[in-house]
Nanobody, 120 residues
């Protein structure tokens, strides 16, 4: 099995910054893509950002220029640096990963989520 554990959420004022981390552990042969999604109360879970193994990022339009995704392949960890936070960024943020536990067997995993609240 594979576990994704997020950390770094919390309460921040508008305009502030937070950095989320997500570490993958367990039986891992290869992690292809990692990413972050978020879900606000009463809304669907939406893409925030993803990053390929070679470092190529993809961002939702709503966070471009404010959020930066990065990964450390040696540590099986993905990060999300969030700057210029707005109240509408308030949500539970979920880590996601496409993992090969054994060669040729690809599965998708989710973390348990971490709350980010942007409020004055």
């Amino acid at each position: 099995q594979v576990q994704l554990v997020e950390s770094g959420g919390g309460l921040v004022q508008p305009g502030g910054s937070l950095r989320l981390s997500c570490a993958a552990s367990g039986r891992i042969f290869f992690i292809i893509a990692m990413g972050w999604y978020r879900q606000a109360p009463g809304k669907q879970r939406d893409l925030v950002a993803t990053i390929a193994r070679d470092g190529r990022p993809n961002y939702a339009d709503s966070v471009k220029g404010r959020f930066t995704i990065a990964r450390d392949n040696a540590k099986n960890t993905v990060y999300l640096q969030m700057n210029s936070l707005k109240p509408e960024d308030t949500a539970v943020y979920y880590c996601n990963a496409d993992v090969e536990r054994v060669p040729g067997q690809l599965d998708n995993y989710w973390g348990q989520g971490t709350q980010v609240t942007v409020s004055s």
